[in-house]
């Protein structure tokens, strides 16, 4: 007698069961939505490419090769009007990831600063981060924008001030000049050398966070407290300091001075850019403010309760047991808040800042009358730096995150 078990028969594949059968069902439906939407796509497209035609127009973008024409008030690499498109597009390309770098960077700092105070036990400390929070929150970015540059205007001095023994306003340190054109600072002039040094920083940095993470990993495994305050301090600092007099101080300054009726020398930081920086910091950094308070209650006050009874003080419970496990609910949220910030520097154009926005979505499309190719172009770029910023983010929250044994 047969010991093995009777089996079904096996059945010829027909056409019907792409319907009837459960397990080709939901493919077949997946299959016919995927088919449609590409004939949508395509009809798109040719309704696009014949309604051009009509028009006796064709989508090209030897546009880019063309003077460009204009002027750029902030640029980062050097740039004239004689310059084509394309490298006024890509001095707009800098100029969003410049403020958008800033925002993002002074936002978290905020942010974290702010939720973390607005759990404070002291009332008028944790009052008046809520109503920092609820005041930026509530009310457009745009509205922010043109408040912060409108007091830079009007509150800083022009230029004409600093002159002269009858000077109503001075330099700080002899070294910054804010006025109502901006911010000058000084600009490092590079000598023979300065990539030794500059390479000597880095690592210091590298250096730095090294050695915070296996003091932390000390930590963690024996329970013995390393010292990590001053070795970050000396070695973020000295080796980049020995380096310096040792290569004989290849890096200068050179200083912003008042010649004619404007200053000469140094880097302009515009109030354009200044206003849409801090208008974006403290408005996103509202929100990253609320989504770090909610990290913080989600953890168990227990968790607190415990760190406290083994002695640890209220800032090493923070940052050693609250901050850690509250960062897995913190950063997914606060992905979207970088992708916010970045794409809200599109505003630029309303102090006259020329972002990518102004330069190839707003001179170069009026001048040329490509839209469509402007458009596609503004498109692919905010498309690549948000799923960058995802990219990167992404990898820091899955180090971050819990890991399960």
């Given at each position: ?206 250096a730095m966070i090294a050695y ?6 000390v930590l963690y495994d024996t ?183």
């Open positions: 007698m047969s010991n093995t078990t009777d089996l079904p028969p096996q059945t010829s594949f027909k056409l019907s069961m792409l319907i009837n059968d459960t397990r080709y069902r939901s493919l077949t439906f997946q299959f016919i939505a995927l088919l449609g939407l590409c004939f949508f796509i395509a009809w798109l497209i040719s309704n696009a490419v014949v309604n051009l035609e009509n028009l006796g127009q064709d989508i090209s973008y030897r546009f880019l090769g063309n003077p460009a024409g204009y002027d750029i008030n902030q640029q980062p690499i050097s740039f004239s009007s004689q310059d084509t498109h394309l490298r006024a597009a890509f001095v707009g390309v800098l100029n969003t990831l410049i403020v958008a770098f800033l925002g993002c960077i002074t936002a978290t700092i905020l942010g974290v600063f702010a939720g973390v105070l607005r759990l404070s036990n002291n009332w008028v400390v944790s009052k008046l981060m809520a109503v920092y929070v609820e005041a930026f929150r509530n009310v457009p970015v745009l509205i922010w924008i043109l408040i912060i540059f409108s007091i830079m205007t009007v509150s800083l001095p022009g230029p004409r001030s600093f002159r002269g023994d009858n000077a109503t306003a001075t330099m700080l340190f002899d070294a910054f000049a804010f006025t109502n054109r901006g911010v000058y600072v000084p600009a490092p002039v590079w000598g023979s050398g300065s990539l030794i040094v500059v390479l000597t920083f880095v690592l210091s940095v590298i915070r993470r296996y003091a932390t990993k329970g013995r407290l390393l010292p990590t305050l001053w070795p970050s301090i000396a070695i973020f600092f000295l080796p980049t300091i020995l380096m310096f007099f040792i290569m004989g101080r290849p890096i200068g300054l050179d200083y912003p001075e008042l010649r004619g009726f404007n200053f000469q020398g140094g880097i302009q930081v515009r109030g354009s850019l200044i206003a849409l920086w801090f208008a974006l910091s403290l408005y996103t950094g509202a929100f990253i403010a609320e989504n770090v308070r909610a990290g913080i209650m989600a953890i168990s006050k227990g968790q607190t309760e415990a760190a406290g009874a083994l002695g640890l003080r209220p800032n090493r419970i923070m940052n050693l047991v609250i901050l850690p496990q509250a960062l897995r609910i913190i950063i997914p949220p606060l992905i979207s808040q970088y992708l916010n910030l970045t794409k809200n520097s599109s505003l630029a154009i309303a102090v006259g800042y020329m972002d990518v926005t102004g330069t190839l979505g707003g001179i170069t499309l009026n001048q040329t009358g490509r839209a469509i190719e402007a458009v596609l172009l503004l498109m692919l770029f905010y498309l690549l730096i948000s799923l960058g910023i995802s990219a990167i983010m992404n990898v820091y929250n899955n180090a971050v995150k819990l890991k399960e044994r």
